[in-house]
């Protein structure tokens, strides 16, 4: 395998890095926004069995959904994060590799040569 070739799978592998750090940003994202709405569903939830909100059986229901949907999201999101980083780790180690494949040269000083 030539130098150029490897230079390119380091570039395509670099590339993948990348396209997984943002979708690990994402994942981080909707986790936050998984917890904030099971706290705001268990808050609503907490009101309605408290009796504040009422008796508003949408609200209940409505709490309930949130607590629910809040913890679906959060328990798929954190397995896709998990997956992304281990897939990083994975890709920033074959990079690694490659680059330790590479032939690597001295360049001189070419003021010390007399050019």
């Not at 993948?16 to 609503?44: D, N, Y």
């Not at 069995?49 to 949907?69: D, E, F, H």
């Amino acid at each position: 395998m030539d130098e150029d070739d490897r230079s390119g799978q380091i570039a395509l592998i670099e590339t993948r890095i990348e396209q997984l750090a943002e979708m690990a940003e994402r994942c981080r994202k909707f986790i936050l926004a998984s917890k904030v709405l099971i706290a705001a569903g268990a808050a609503l939830l907490l009101g309605a069995v408290l009796g504040l909100l009422g008796s508003n059986a949408v609200a209940l229901l409505g709490a309930i959904a949130a607590v629910l949907g809040g913890i679906v999201s959060l328990g798929s999101n954190v397995s896709t994060l998990r997956q992304t980083t281990a897939a990083m780790a994975e890709a920033e180690a074959l990079r690694s590799d490659l680059i330790g494949r590479i032939d690597l040269r001295l360049v001189r000083d070419a003021r010390r040569l007399g050019a």
